[in-house]
């Protein structure tokens, strides 16, 4: 029967206990708080990235419906003219892209796109529409002159009429601004960011490309069937190039994604905590309540209204500080897509309602779920069993060993996901998730054996102080078990994390060595565009002049160009190396030496392994490129390392890229030095052969793995600002318990004092419990953490990017689970500690009579 009175006195009950322990219930909030913020900036700055990628190719792309992409060397400009006339087009535009560097500002790249302004003014309007009073037709009759988007004009200090030096190859140019794009839509002007509008003649003589085309865009009727694609070219739909471009970076999203829900999961536990300890202390008044007849439903109802009462405006700060992570993060995100996809500007976090809406939800649902255990506890006990606090630990213990049954069973659940055939990543995110809970459930049963194996040693061994330090830990379980499992997975995961970078460096390190492995690389600093053009190509009189420079024993050639394909930009590496060169790459299928004759006649190609896992290609299978003769086959021999990026490669010889693409030229060189000489003095011969005529980047050995590895770093600069947040949450967490552990121990330790404990007696015994308790989080977080690395190298990150990592692990980055966990237990438990020991025996035992 509905009791008329449960209601308002278990709501008053519940504010006058929140109120009365504001610091509990403010870390409780801020615990939650935390997670979601974690998981909102996570999934603002993906959708952030990925909605900058979506507009640059909507700007770019306009209403373009299909695309006739060529060679890399393009396509010849005539083709245009039959194409714009063929039945079922609407409209169709000729495109001339790629990229320039700014003399002013070296390490910044602007996006060059030709185009025909009348042809284009339907397909893209807003690069004709939004120009500020300028007469496109001198866009056309003035060569040299280009429109800038208003954004990028500010940035660099342009304004209209001023000359952009420019740097294309070895060759530099004056541009001149004639006007500013002035878009009004925000979102294209942010699709526009660093993109130089020429038109089509102009951009032709800037990249030297006279007399043809990257791609013709066109807009077909709907329905009306594609015109036949003339020689060497073939039609790649707008639409399937962006999903393409969207499916390269999913597994570095969703692996961000997973760790935002981590730092979710910490934060659940300082939730359960709080609302366990809200039931605890008015277990009394439950108690009583249960007797005068308020039914379980009631108890039951208040209890989670308790729980909302954190969640929800937990959740709301969690959304604001979400956004303010997020912009942060958003940095992070794009910098890493920079280095191993494609360039994106985007400097705006977007305010995405469902992003906010799941960050919302989730903070809503954890609160929830967490509040469940606490309070199906206080409404399952009878009410008479309700008014004893060792019924609590009794009830925990029990609790505790079900939560270990749980555990065992959801730990032998993900392994027998892992033992699934094939390699669906989800599948390995499920097996995770699992281990990682699984292994949560059991930590409060490991934490009961760990001390009772530890007990007698510390009894026979330690002061009496130790022995009562270390007993309080399960005596107290309803509040330790908790906080050292937030702490244990916390740890755990950043030693997970820890793990995989160092595997990751070590492995990328010896890869850097096999393949950088000359003395001195020389290059323009360019490299391919967008749009598979390739610019940056050395003048092969400059060639031969620099490898008879004195000092060099040997000269190694190569180029990267990228191949326009229907699943995105392909990177295909063409070299021109001996015997020893080739015998050093470091090849995961196939043998150098067998492979060495066929490679040099230009009979097979080489792949990466991570092309050879997106495209699920063997030894002995066939890849098909585009040529400018058409679509050829070539046989797959080997498969090697490359950790460039997860996109894939292709290398071939310089016999057989001359012989199928007709164009023997190279873009870079790698140098070997005679012994006694030494790197510095050949790069200054190198420097004055070149003379002032050319513009060349020369690298040392060393400065270009340095290079490479601050890539590297910067990948992973992310994952360490998530690894932090989560031991921050956790912070938190065992500072929430040790917060309830005093006011509940209060009466306690009051009798320890009236006995003659001083209050330095009082306070080391507490930060010995605190000491405790972040020893045990870090020994099961060392075994644990090792556990998730092997996870993470072998499976999470080959099934996302289909690298084979070697796994690395330091007996350092084992310890820092220790490291991290001591230190932090100690400064959470300082505050509660000290106020224990400062308050006077006598006003304890009042306030618990």
Known sequence: MKHPFATPLLLRSSLRHFLGHPWMTILAMFGIALGVAVVTAVDLANEGAMRAMRLTMASLSGHTTHRLSGPTTGMEEHLFGPLRWADGVQQAAPIVEGVARLVTFPDRTLRIMGVDPIADAPIRPHLTRNTRGVDLKALVTIPGTALLSTRTATRFGIRTGDTMPLKVGEKKHEITIIGLLDVSDPLIRQGLADTLVMDVASAQELLDFQGRLTRIDLVLTPGSPLPPAPKHTRWIETERRTRALEGLTESFRLNLAVLGMLALMVGMFIIFNTITFSVVRRRHIIGLLRAQGVTRQELLVQLFADGLLLGIPGTLLGLLLGLALGQGLLGLVVQTINDLYFELQVTRLPLDPWSLAKGGLLGIGATLIATWPAAWEAVAIPPSLALTRSTLEHTIQQGVQRAGRWGAGILLLGGLILLLPGQNLYAGFAALGCFTVGAALLVPTTMMLLVGWIQPMVRRWLPWTWTLALGAVPRNLSRTGVAVAALTLSVATTIGMGILVESFRDTVERWLTETVASDIYVSTGETSTGAGVEVGILDPELIATLSRVPGIESVGLGRRVSLDTPEGLLNLFVLDIDQARFSERWFLKGNAQDLWPPFQRGEIVVISESLAFR?????????????????????????????????????????????????????????????????????????LAAGPAHSLEIQSNRGLREASLEIFDRTFAVTRVLRLLS??????????????????????????????????????LNLLETTFMGIIAGGIAMPLGWFMGLLLVEVINHRSFGWSLQMTTSPAMILQAMVIAVPTALLAGLIPSWHMARTPPLEALREQG
């Open 615 to 687: 495209r699920k290609l063997d030894v002995g299978a066939t890849l098909e490129l585009p040529t400018p003769t058409g679509l050829h086959s070539f046989p797959i021999a080997g498969i090697h390392a490359d950790f460039r990026a997860d996109t894939g490669s292709i290398t071939v010889s310089r016999t057989l890229f001359a012989r199928y693409w007709d164009d023997p030229a190279m873009a870079s060189m790698g140098i070997r030095i005679r012994a006694g000489e030494t790197v510095e003095t050949v790069m200054d011969r190198l420097n």
């Open 727 to 764: 031991v921050v949450i956790a912070f938190f967490g065992i500072w929430t318990a040790l917060m309830a552990i005093q006011l509940e121990r209060t009466r306690e330790l009051a009798v320890f004092r009236a006995l003659g404990m001083t209050r330095g007696e009082v306070l080391r």
